[in-house]
């Protein structure tokens, strides 16, 4: 993508051009305003040029608590102290802690071991190589349609709708219209009997958010488990997105009541901090074999400060609780939306992430820049729209009703110019 040029933004225009000629195209999935953030607080963010925005991504949902959280940063630069840089040459007391609280903070019997990952798809990868490796007589892999588990190795051979990898089996996930269970069981039943005794794990997510937030009913999952169960195959539920709160629940395997083998965590689990980890039963966790999960960053010291400092804040500020308070009145003002606003044709979602859809794609990109140029000096940041037309609402849990108030009354004001 080359650099685009706003009128009224000096530093953010040169800043574009700048990155543009230093930066790979291939590493750009920027919303498409292109807004340079120069700093930001809480749910605001300041664009280089001093306009204000308020974030509804989170940072594309790893900034749960805001931005510059001044509770995590104290806790987090307390942990940090006078860490080493070490990564697995040794371990230190803080990745015990981490790793101890990590696992305890799920609260469910199959939690009770974890692998470290750098990154949600390496954590998804190591959690389909811990199933596999513990059956290896079963090679198939069964996902659901139209996820998104990141875009290397195996992550990327279950992610969308079909894949290169000759094992991969894909099932449906509820969309507009959600079918019968009967529907779901007998495609996965047809599937055990083609590959009896073959299949190794199913991987799927809480919801399906790159496809366009389609949230599925509690039995979807359930069922699912249920089958796994049954067959003996690996449960694994990718939370990469869901973790620390989002749905109401500090994790989704509680939103929807089930209990995975494997729960594969990201993005908000250290506040930004790039952190990953897959937690589940030993037997599964233990099936890779010694350093067979290790690499230079995963689980290094400071990934594990910024994990407890995240932990801290959840516990001390009741965060969840918080989310599930606030949750019905973004419900409430995204529903208005789609009342004053024709284009606005769906509005799904739980906790503080939705998917607003749109009529078309090019009313949806309108949307994202006109709210980035809101009132002038006050905008709203979006994310570019998913699924070509699906523009995620997930602001930091920490929003607060005034906030929101502020935000869409920005962002009705913008939404009548397109
Ligand atoms: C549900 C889900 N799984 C996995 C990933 C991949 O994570 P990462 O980009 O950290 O590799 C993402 C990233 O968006 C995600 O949303």
């Known amino acids: 993508m080359s650099s685009i040029e706003h009128p009224g933004e000096p530093l953010g225009n040169s800043l574009r051009g700048r990155l543009a ?20 607080q809480g749910v605001h963010l300041w664009t280089a040029d001093g306009r204000r925005l308020t974030d509804f991504t989170s940072g594309v949902l790893v900034a749960n608590l805001g931005h510059a959280h001044a509770r995590f940063e104290e806790r987090y630069r307390h942990y940090c102290g006078s860490l080493p840089r070490t990564s697995y040459n040794a371990t230190t007391p803080i990745e015990v802690e981490a790793a101890e609280r990590l696992v305890a903070s799920l609260n469910m019997p199959n939690a009770q071991k974890l692998f470290w ?41 279950v992610s969308g709708e079909s894949s290169t990898n000759p094992n991969v089996r894909f099932i449906s996930f509820p969309l507009y219209e959600e079918k019968t269970p009967e529907f779901y069981r007998s495609e996965l039943d047809a599937l055990a009997a083609e590959f009896p005794n073959r299949i190794a794990l199913l991987i799927t997510e809480p919801y399906l958010g790159a496809k366009g937030s389609f949230h599925p009913p509690a039995w979807y999952h359930q069922l699912l488990q249920a089958w796994c169960k049954k067959h003996d195959v690996a449960f694994i539920l990718d939370e990469v997105q869901s973790c620390h709160g989002r749905t109401g629940s500090m994790y989704a395997f509680q939103t929807y009541g089930i209990q995975p083998d494997l729960v594969v965590l990201g993005k908000g689990l250290a506040n930004g901090e790039p952190a990953a980890a897959v937690v ?139």
């Not at 990952?117 to 959690?127: I, M």
């Not at 995963?298 to 500020?317: K, M, R, Y």
């Not at 006050?378 to 997930?394: N, T």
């Open 117 to 157: 990952a750098a990154s949600g798809s390496e954590g998804v990868q190591k959690a389909m190589w811990a199933a596999l490796h513990r059956q290896p007589d079963r090679p198939i892999i069964v996902a659901t349609r139209g996820g998104f588990h990141g875009k290397k190795g195996l992550a990327a051979d």
């Open 21 to 40: 000629a230093v930066v790979g195209r291939a590493q750009n999935t920027r919303t498409p305003t292109q807004t340079v953030i120069a700093r930001a």
């Open 280 to 418: 589940g039963r030993a037997d599964l966790i233990d099936a890779l074999d010694y350093g067979e999960a290790s690499d230079t960053f995963s689980g290094n010291p400071h990934a594990c400060a910024a994990i407890c400092a995240t932990l801290d804040v959840f516990d001390e500020q009741h965060i969840v609780a918080h989310c599930q308070t606030i949750a019905p009145v973004l419900r409430k003002k995204l529903l208005a939306l789609k009342d004053t606003f024709p284009f606005v044709t769906h509005v799904r979602g739980e906790g503080l992430v939705y998917g607003v859809e749109i009529a078309d794609a090019d009313t949806a990109n309108r949307c994202v820049l006109e709210a980035y140029r809101g009132t002038g000096k006050e905008g709203v940041h979006f994310l570019g729209p998913l699924a070509a037309k699906v523009l995620r609402v997930s602001p930091p849990l920490v929003i607060t009703e005034k906030e929101l108030d502020e935000a869409f009354a920005v962002l009705e004001s913008a939404w009548r110019r397109v």
